[in-house]
């Protein structure tokens, strides 16, 4: 196996293929952090400060705010699954390339 | 090896046999006749969890077996081993009681335990396995100095384990004695023991699938009993909640919580309020900074991040984070039902009853939907969720002492006294096993010594530090170019103290002066009150006087605590800390210490200057994002 430093780490991080991942990725994970922070955030703010909406009956005596609850679970798998189906799919072909190529360049 | 294997069956056998020999003579809350059933099933947990010891033990050879089990577990292993790990009692059955005591507030409260791991998932989990090593240090070390990195990040690692650790033995030990009778110092000194030795011999092998037996049996209890609570109901929400809003021991709790609010409403607005946020949760600025916490300290907690490296990749780290989600989320959501279920079926003055904050609320739930305490099937389920809690606390404190073990064998011993030259495998491991006796150890003196504190405070404490300290200079490190060890020591240094510090002002602490004028309060307000009573009980009025006697049994509660507080605090005026009242009004300090940890790693780092951490800059975020030479799972 290659050692660590046999590989030209500044050519890594220059390659267009990894400046695409880097970008790739920045925007999704920030993006997707901050979605999911300021939609938890919404619960604790919203029972606090907007009680007279989460009192609501909506579904025979679940109101809005239980409801609301129940939510950020189904929000949270599905940002977590979300994220797995587009780093599976596009983040990991484009790491693995990038490995095995520079890990080659390198005589390992 | 031979030997190790046949000490961890010694040790095993005499563990199983001595606390099953301490259940058969306790006076377990089972009745006596059914004594055995308790004893039958404990001894089945704990002789499960030593045969995968004694098997774990022998492929226990190497550091990499033992803190990582050699990177060598799955994905969906590491799930379930995460969501061990991570249920902690207080979360198991501290939120099921919260729930079942004051309603919507206690459903709230679980959602922040699992929106922590989108953070997880997103930041955390696969740059620290293309990383990392062992431990929270392994990263911080790598483009920053080794030294320095290493003394300050073990020393935080070993601070929120600790805190943690003391939460998870004194809950405990408490527990045990609630649920099987036995004394405190025992419960504490069987939970170490049996503990100690799943962690000595087995190491990470042992301790992860101790973790996941533990889930899998927490989850299979829990659906077992939601589908008794909720057949009846044929699998409807709306009337399974109607339902329980509509009971009386429900209506009756919330007039409690209520006071002098509930006096003009109806039944039925009562039971609704049930379903409304404010029961618990009285600042709303504390709660959004539990939620901050929560939400950025997992992520830092040292015991979670370790299980990283137990997997041999980054896409299997983010298996299992993916896995851990879906079983912490949908054991919390199943929690829902169990804290509802046991408000309407046990009812929540029972359950404050037994124990106040609410964490016998599963275990009655599970004996009543088995038919009573005089029932066969009854005590089989008491006994199940007893023995599930128990080997709860047992496996999140075995996470907790291999994760400080291994900041003080592997960090602080290998990597700073021996300046992280190669330190032969053999004395690595032998290293290891001593710093987990020296833990473990500490771990049984200070559960032992810190009886009858209140130690929740403790658990918030531990994820603020790791909120505050960690996770800032983790996140930082990986991904801020400019990010340096002055900024890293000063992070770790600054954001420990301040999280600490303003905990210590705050109020979770006991203010003698100001319990002394409440209870003052309560004692000159006594003659009124009983007036109002007398006069009540001579109106007539039958619902009147139903309030009346309910408020006189208030009264005496409050009188007798009244009473006691006065007598406890004579002579005293000041808090631990010599404050007569808090100088910071949070419950909570997240919101303040998150920032400024945040801050002083940016201010640290751009401040100083180190050559290292700008040259390493490259090769870390190659790493990080490719998993170039991450290294795989050992091969013997």
Known sequence: MAKSDSIDWAAVIADPRFQQLHRKKTAFLWGLMAFSVIYYFLLPVGAAYYQDLFKIKVWGVLNVGLLFALSEFVVAWAIALYYSHVANRDFDRLAAEIAADFVKRAGG | ?636
């Open chain 2, 1 to 636: 090896m031979q030997l190790t294997t046949k000490k961890t069956a010694l040790v095993g056998l005499a563990a199983a046999l001595s606390l099953t020999a301490i259940v058969a003579r306790a006076d377990t809350s089972a009745a006596g006749e059914y004594r055995w059933v308790t004893f039958a099933v404990f001894a089945a947990v704990i002789l499960l969890t030593m045969y995968i010891t004694y098997v774990a033990a022998k492929r226990v050879k190497s550091a990499s077996d033992f803190y990582t089990a050699g990177g060598g577990i799955t994905g969906l292993q590491n799930g379930w081993a995460i969501a061990g790990d991570y249920l902690s009692a207080a979360s198991f059955l501290g939120i099921a009681g919260l729930i079942s005591l004051y309603g919507y507030d206690g459903f709230m409260y679980s959602v922040g335990w699992l929106v922590a791991y989108i953070t997880v998932l997103l930041l955390i989990a696969e740059p620290c396995r293309n990383i990392g090593k062992y431990t929270l240090s392994d990263i911080l070390a790598y483009r920053n100095d080794p030294r320095k990195t290493r003394i300050v990040g073990a020393l935080s690692v070993i601070t929120v384990s600790t805190f943690y650790l003391t939460a998870q033995m004194v809950g405990g030990g408490v527990l045990v004695k609630t649920l099987i009778g036995i004394d405190y110092e025992v419960s504490v000194l069987v939970v170490g023991i049996l503990m100690l030795s799943y962690v000595l011999f087995g190491g990470m092998v042992a301790t992860t699938w101790v973790q996941i037996i533990k889930a899998v049996l927490l989850v299979a209890a829990s659906v077992l009993i939601v589908m008794l609570v909720w057949t009846p109901y044929g699998f409807s929400l709306p009337a399974f909640m109607a339902d329980v809003i509509g009971d009386a021991k429900v209506q009756a709790r919330v007039a409690t919580l209520l006071g002098d609010a509930a006096k003009n409403m109806t039944p039925a607005e009562l039971g609704q309020r049930f379903l409304e946020p404010g029961l618990y949760f009285k600042a709303p600025v504390d709660q959004i900074s539990l939620g901050m916490a929560l939400v950025f300290g997992t992520a830092g907690l040292p015991h979670i991040l370790m299980r990283f490296f137990t997997v041999p990749t980054a896409q299997q780290a983010r298996k299992s984070v993916v896995w851990a989600m879906v079983i912490i989320g949908g054991f919390y959501v199943l929690t829902l039902f169990l804290g509802f279920g046991a408000a309407k079926l046990v009812g929540p003055g029972n359950i404050a009853a037994v124990d106040a904050g609410g964490n016998m609320a599963g275990p009655l739930l599970a004996q009543f939907i088995g038919g009573g305490p005089n029932s066969f099937f009854g005590n089989f389920m008491l006994a199940f969720v007893s023995a599930v809690a128990f080997a709860t606390i047992v496996a999140v404190v075995a996470g907790l002492v291999l994760a400080a073990a291994s900041a003080m064998a592997h960090d602080l011993w290998v990597g700073v006294v021996h300046g992280g030259e190669t330190v032969a495998p053999q004395q690595q491991v032998r290293a290891a096993r001593i710093a987990t006796v020296i833990v473990g150890a500490m771990a049984i003196a200070i559960g032992i010594a810190a009886k009858g504190q209140n130690v929740a405070v403790l658990v918030a404490l531990a994820f603020a530090v790791a909120a505050s300290a960690n996770f800032p200079c983790v996140l930082l490190t990986l991904y801020w170019k400019r990010c340096n060890t002055t900024g890293i020591v000063a992070g770790m240094i600054i954001g420990t103290v301040c999280a600490v510090g303003l905990t210590l002002v705050s109020p979770n602490l006991t203010y003698p002066k100001a319990v002394k004028a409440a209870a003052h309060k309560v004692l000159d307000g006594e003659v009124a009150k009983r007036a109002s009573i007398a006069a009540a009980m001579e109106s007539g009025d039958a619902a009147r006087m139903a309030l009346a006697s309910r408020d006189t049994i208030n009264l005496d509660k409050a009188v007798k605590k009244a009473n006691g507080d006065l007598k406890k605090f004579e002579g005293q005026e000041t808090s631990f800390m010599g404050l007569e009242k808090p100088l910071f009004e949070l419950k909570n300090p997240g919101l303040f210490s998150i920032p400024i940890g945040f801050l002083a790693v940016i201010l640290g780092s751009l401040l100083g200057r180190d050559k290292r951490a700008e040259d390493m800059w490259d090769e870390v975020y190659a790493r990080q994002n490719t998993g170039i030479l991450a290294s795989k799972a050992t091969t013997h």
